[in-house]
């Protein structure tokens, strides 16, 4: 059972939906960049929900149900800004006393900036994340035509200029379009996020001047300063967001665990879905629910296969 809530980030209502849980710790979640609460969390929610964890799942301003002008602009800063809002309004809902972050992709990047943050919280985790936006997008321009290549940058460049109604990009298309991302497993997109076609009010797609924002981030630079128990979900065969980044980050992290698993960026939605669900399952059970609270020390990172 959920309920739909929403909170006030920089003036704006952002939509929420509340799972009640049981044991006092509550997991706040987003989808991938430019993915609403449903497709992306929908799944994973459930399971965390199940196991009697809260759960606030929320559409980052001008996505989804949240508000905000223009549509589809994914800013940085502001959407950092979504995430602290969230934070503090989980912990404040009933009966919740501990409080976990989750996502993945580009906003799996934005867990280790956040959890490097003092902001209450007892755990996080990042389930295939974009930690250097650099070296990813170094790696996505190998499966782009230099046409669609020119054709993205040009549009890039417009909207950041022009302004106005936002340029819309699609999060992924095949080689020659224009597109966030050609990378192979970028096409597993609605195959790993909306398998029965449920998901009909998601707009796949992003505007264009939101692109070079996300190009040059790279929260793991915010590594080493994280303070508390960060789980890494690495994809072995990532081509989207890469494993080698994510696993540098989380050499880097003082109370890191790692888990690999095989296959591309949305295994964790497919093939390793299981896995990945019990896995993490694990880790919040350990930090979330009440249960082995002590203060962590320092150490290297935990490392699963």
């Known amino acids: 059972m959920r309920e739909k809530v929403s909170f006030i980030s920089g003036g704006v209502a952002c ?14 979640m987003t989808g ?6 449903e497709p992306g969390t929908d799944r994973f929610a459930e399971r965390f929900n199940a196991a009697g964890f809260s759960v606030l799942a929320f559409d980052h301003r001008c996505f989804g149900e949240s508000g905000g002008e223009p549509r589809q602009v994914a800013r940085i800063a502001d959407q950092l800004d979504d995430w602290r ?3 503090a309004y989980a912990a ?8 976990a972050i989750w996502s993945f992709s580009l906003p799996g990047g ?40 020119l054709r993205l940058i040009g549009r890039s460049i417009l909207d950041s200029l022009v302004g106005g109604a936002p340029r819309l990009v699609a999060l992924s298309g095949p080689p020659g379009t224009v ?11 609605n195959r790993a996020l909306d398998p029965d076609k449920r998901y009909t009010d998601w ?12 190009m ?23 081509q989207s967001a890469l494993a080698a980044p994510a696993l540098k980050a989380a050499a880097r992290t003082p109370d890191a665990t790692v888990l690999q698993v095989p296959g591309g960026h949305y295994a964790p939605f497919l093939d390793a879905h299981e896995q990945v669900v019990a896995a993490e399952l694990d880790f919040l059970t350990q930090h979330l629910s009440g249960k082995n609270q002590s203060p962590s020390a320092e150490k290297s990172p935990q490392i699963a296969n």
């Open 15 to 28: 939509a929420a939906w509340h799972y009640p849980g049981t044991n006092g710790g509550c997991v706040v």
């Open 32 to 37: 991938g960049f430019g993915v609403t609460k």
């Open 85 to 87: 809002a969230a934070i």
């Open 92 to 99: 404040a809902l009933p009966a919740v006393e501990r409080v």
């Open 110 to 149: 934005y867990i280790v900036k956040l959890a490097s943050e003092d902001l209450g919280l007892s755990a996080a985790i990042a389930q295939s994340p974009n930690v250097d936006g650099p070296t990813v997008t170094r790696n996505a321009s190998r499966h782009q035509t230099p046409g669609a290549a």
């Open 179 to 189: 597109a966030l991302l050609n990378t192979p497993d970028s096409l597993d997109t």
């Open 203 to 214: 707009q796949q797609a992003i505007a264009a001047r939101s692109i070079f924002p996300a």
């Open 216 to 238: 040059f981030y790279r929260p793991a630079k915010y590594a080493p300063q994280v303070r508390v128990p960060l789980m890494y979900v690495v994809c072995k065969d990532d």
